[in-house]
């Protein structure tokens, strides 16, 4: 158990950048995602904290201790990789007990480790198989099995659920997370799958182009994004772009007014912006309502346009609005996506103040 | 009579129906037949000779059956085939130790003019063993005369390490590398990371590299002919030179079937241990 920092880590190849300037601190057991498009350096990170990589700058931290040179053998990190990558000639319990062995530990310790590994992961029993005779599940299952064994400082995952059928994949990530609260490891985990990292995350990292974009939990990445980028890439979002106009009343908490689409949209408070900024407002498709034109229904926001199509999914159906030549997109469930199926024409978008997200063009850090 | 024109109708009654009867004749049958007769021809030929060997061999004086031919060959030639059996163990002793760290740099490290070395490391593979021989003459005349068996084994692992590194470094490519990486994250040093995981799951390509080393240095006369040592026959020098003084006699024959006889049971165990089991299927990567 250990808290890792990583300061102003960067990794170059050549001339391309793959992390540039990360900093991240994450506490004592806690669970962090680092969350991103393929490309966007969150696993490069990762094998740097692993040692797999030597970054190009900066220091990475267990504890106190500087690991940044240190190879991984000598990091004490448990890291499960998108491949259970099991050793194929070892048995499973050869391979839970592998790193217990290389440390030189006797044998006798090291069969009641790997028996209790075993029943901890749920496979007591299939110690003498070997990995061909297990399935992908059960092989990744495994996989952590042979990582908790040697008591790592930090659980690193590597995308482990990919290469698993969904169903799979919900019932691990709920297992790996049980087993990271039940051991009280810190834990870092990358992936591109936003539902898993909701899921078992304490605070997840949403990367883009070798940098950080936003650092938060599940609803301050998606009620509060900071940049256009966290705004699009988490859920789906009507991005309306614009000019703050002035305060919606007066103090600090009062909400800005937005021009856009030849409306004043009253929007969210928010720091940080200024009168005459450029701005994004951010409103969800699901907190949209669609009311009767002429209708205010107590909507502050109140936008017409023209229903392109609907497009049923299932739980909720998907409409696509024209406003003033902007594709706005809303999402209705219950009766009500029955009824908009077999309808056209002209309707009124409601949306309240608070879900109107504004934010800045050009992120502050640049 | 309307029942028998279609058989179709036929099929509903007790009879079986007449499509289920392969025609005697079929072109799919008349193919298997001649892939058959091609392929018995084919091993005619080649096992004929060695045929007509064998045969030679088990021949006694005046024509007789004689098993006492092999006898002889253990206890004469004897001394030649333990002779061949060391330069081909020490041949193999030194082409795995050149081999094994030369095909893990080659494969594990990028460097300038990596795959230039590669080719110029095969390049004893299409140089004639007369020519290796008459190089390796002038080298140790040059340099210091070798009398030991160790010249010998020299020129054979020089002719013959590329037969070897090819195929191990095709099981080092083959293996994915997360399983060394896999290893060091869960504390092994790179040589134990080598020793427990990489030389097994290469296995295969080090014992097919080993098989065709051994059946090359075994039989090989021409090279040997010109570097071995004084007083050090191998088995097949021993066969050339019998033939070139005494012609060919039936207990000659029978040292060159034995000769034969090591290189197929040297296959034999190859398959026996590699070739019905599929280390490869087992990567999941």
Known sequence: MATVHLRSVSKLYGQTVAVDDFSLDVADGEFVTLLGPSGCGKTTTLRMLAGLIEPSGGRILFDDQDVTWLPPRKRNIGFVFQTPALFPHLSVADNIAFGLSVKGQKKPAIASKVEEMLAMVGLTGYGARLPGQLSGGQQQRVALARVLATDPRVLLFDEPLSALDKNLRDTLKYSILDLQRRTGKTAIYVTHDQSEAFAISDRIVVMNNGHIEQVGTQTDIYLQPETPYVAEFIGANNGLRGTIAGRDGDGDDAGWLIEALGHTIRGAARPGLAIGQEVVAYVRPEDIEIVEVGDGAGYANLLDGTIDRVIFEGATAQVRVDVGGREMRVDVSGNERLTLMRRDGTVRLGFHPVTVIPVSEVPEAS | ?285
């Open chain 2, 1 to 285: 009579m309307t029942a028998t024109a279609d058989p179709r109708a036929q099929g509903t009654t007790a009879s079986p129906p007449e499509e289920s009867r392969a025609p005697l004749l079929s072109s799919r049958r008349v193919t298997a037949a001649l892939s058959h007769v091609y392929i018995w021809a084919c091993l005619l030929v080649f096992v004929a000779p060695f045929l007509a060997l064998l045969g030679y061999s088990l021949t006694g004086p005046g024509g007789t059956y004689a098993v006492a031919n092999f006898q002889y060959v253990l206890g004469s030639f004897g001394d030649n085939l333990v002779s061949s059996f060391q330069v081909a163990a020490l041949t193999l002793i030194v082409d795995l130790a050149v081999c094994l760290p030369a095909a893990y740099a080659l494969v594990r490290f990028t460097f300038r003019g990596r795959r230039l070395i590669f080719s110029i490391l095969s390049l004893p593979l299409y140089v004639p063993g007369a020519v290796i021989g008459l190089s390796l003459i002038l080298t140790y005349n040059f340099t210091y005369h070798i009398s030991s068996i160790w010249g010998l084994v020299l020129a054979m692992a020089v002719g013959t390490f590329p037969l070897m590194l090819t195929p191990i470094v095709v099981a080092m490519k083959d293996l994915p590398l997360v399983f060394e990486e896999a290893a060091e994250c869960l504390g092994a040093s790179r040589w134990q990371a080598y020793r427990r995981i990489v030389l097994p799951l290469i296995g295969p390509g080090i014992s097919a590299g080993l098989l065709l080393a051994f059946i090359i240095v075994f039989n090989e006369y021409l090279v040997t002919l010109f570097v071995h040592p004084p007083g050090l026959v191998t088995a097949p020098l021993r066969v050339f030179n019998l033939i070139r003084t005494a012609g060919l006699a039936p207990t000659t024959a029978a040292l060159a079937v034995s000769l034969q006889l090591v290189s197929f049971v040297a296959v034999l165990i190859f398959f026996r241990l590699f070739g019905s089991r599929n280390l490869k299927g087992t990567y999941f990567v």
